[in-house]
């Protein structure tokens, strides 16, 4: 025998029954976007590395050390993995002119790729849904995506405030910024003895990116260094104000947390994360925010913009710690079928019922047959089926088939009419 082959370090196979949790989610998913109006977006998974580069800032943890990039062997071309969504769509609005007609409300659901150290909640390969509004400056639309994510938990079964909550602040405009780092800097250089070699580097680069530290010992710091809000103009707040107008009278309820800066370089105004205290250090399921400078950052039309990423795999690690219902995935049916002489008779009953909703597995044999009808039963009790349907020779002599309840002791067996699915295949669905 050859030796046997692993996935990839942090990639990780997603196989049933975890992966009906994942169906259900994803579906759940699509059908609030359609509720909302998003349209759907599939981007390419592999992308030029500049537009990375260009899109998220070379001071930041992606482009500094997560990237998978490569040369394609054949052209030379430097490409990456996707790490994040919104520099891919961003790029086919701008190359497609989709913001010629207006505003955009679009969603993603696919994997991203990050070289991290793989930990509970983090991989290499992991999903992300996200949401991108192109072409909206208002802060109606900010608290539109984040409300979409109160609807998405209520619908999953997470309760906001006891699973996860809201934290926002306002970024401002890249002059308040200014303004507000140089103040920054000079205060981190005032406390330089305490910094990390980390914060030491990106002082001078991306000092906001310090204050984002884990670092136990640059807290104190960190506390006391001055707030960008106390650097915002009246444009700025009002925005904030605005979104966080909507969010109250919507009934919910966040926190202003006014440490909180994003990974990314592209964010201004308005930025949030909904976090959770249930998975450790990974406690961040979604992130998101304005990022009005993108879209003309990566060459095209100057046009604001407003998203999020929701990392699946922290959803579903949230929604098992929170003991979320999982959906049924049993068939409602399956077929024992004791002779594989009768298959040719059987089988367009079977495609009769699915075409009339019923979701129903045929025991299929080995090479040595069909199998006992005994091994045949067990089959059809560990598929989790409501019902089996037993095509037995005799029954279809008759033209029938017997269907028994696998599941409630007290229901009778009954016989139905195979020329005639229509009658009974509701019974089969909607028990
Ligand atoms: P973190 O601070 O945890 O590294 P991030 O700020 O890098 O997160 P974003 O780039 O904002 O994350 O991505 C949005 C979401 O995607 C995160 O909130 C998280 O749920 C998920 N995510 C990010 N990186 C990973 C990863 N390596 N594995 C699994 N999920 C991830
Ligand atoms: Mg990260």
């Known amino acids: 025998m050859s030796e046997r082959l692993s996935a990839v370090k942090g990639m990780n196979d997603l196989l049933p029954p975890d992966s009906a949790r994942w169906e259900w989610v994803e579906s759940t998913l699509r059908s609030l ?11 390419p998974i592999v992308e030029p590395t500049a537009l990375f580069v260009r899109g998220l800032g070379e001071v930041t943890d992606i482009v500094e050390k997560e990237m998978y990039s490569f040369e394609d062997r054949l052209n030379g071309d430097q490409l990456t993995l996707r790490p ?4 891919g769509v961003v790029r ?10 207006g505003g955009r409300r679009l969603f993603y659901i696919g994997p991203m790729f990050r070289h991290e150290r793989p930990q509970k909640g983090r991989y290499r390969q992991f999903h992300q849904a996200g949401v991108e509004v192109l072409g909206f400056p208002g802060p109606d639309v900010d608290a539109e995506i984040i409300l979409l994510l109160r609807a998405l938990w209520r619908e999953l079964g997470l309760v906001e405030g006891r699973d996860l909550s809201l934290e926002i602040n306002s970024l401002g405009q890249p002059d308040e910024r200014r303004a507000h780092r140089e103040a920054l800097i000079r205060h981190l250089e005032a406390h330089a003895d305490v910094l990390d070699e980390d914060a030491k580097r990106r002082l001078h680069s991306n000092p906001l990116r310090v204050l984002d530290t884990k670092n136990p010992a640059m807290q104190p710091v960190v506390e006391a260094a001055p707030q960008l809000i106390d650097f915002l103009g009246e444009a700025s707040l009002a925005h904030f104000n605005g979104v966080k107008a909507v969010l109250d009278a919507a009934g919910l309820a966040y926190r202003v947390n006014p440490r909180l800066v994003r990974g990314m370089d592209y964010y201004n105004l308005t930025v949030f994360e909904w976090v959770t205290d249930k998975l450790g250090a990974q406690g961040t399921v979604c992130g998101g925010g304005r990022y009005d400078g993108l879209i003309e950052q990566l060459g095209g039309k100057p046009s604001p913009g407003v998203g ?13 710690a929170a003991q979320a219902p999982v959906p049924a995935a049993a ?25 009339a909703g019923v979701a129903v597995v045929m025991h299929a044999g080995n090479t040595e047959g069909q199998g006992s009808m005994k091994s045949q039963f067990k089959r059809a009790d560990a598929s989790g089926a409501r019902y ?37 295949a509701a019974q089969l669905r909607n028990a």
Do not use: C
């Open 308 to 320: 999020w990423g929701l990392g699946l795999e922290r959803l579903m690690l949230l929604l098992e």
């Open 33 to 43: 976007m359609h509720r909302y109006g998003y349209q759907n977006v599939r981007t």
């Open 84 to 87: 994040e969504g919104t520099a």
């Open 331 to 355: 068939p409602d049916a399956y077929a024992v079928v004791p002779s594989a002489a009768s298959l040719p008779r059987v089988m367009p009953v079977l495609e009769a019922l699915r075409a």
């Open 92 to 101: 086919a609005m701008n190359e497609h002119s989709f913001l010629r007609e």
């Open 388 to 424: 089996a349907l037993i095509f037995g020779d005799d029954e279809l002599a008759r033209g029938e088939v017997a269907v028994k309840p696998l599941r409630d002791a007290q229901a009778a067996q009954s016989l139905q009419p195979l020329a005639d699915v229509a009658a009974w």
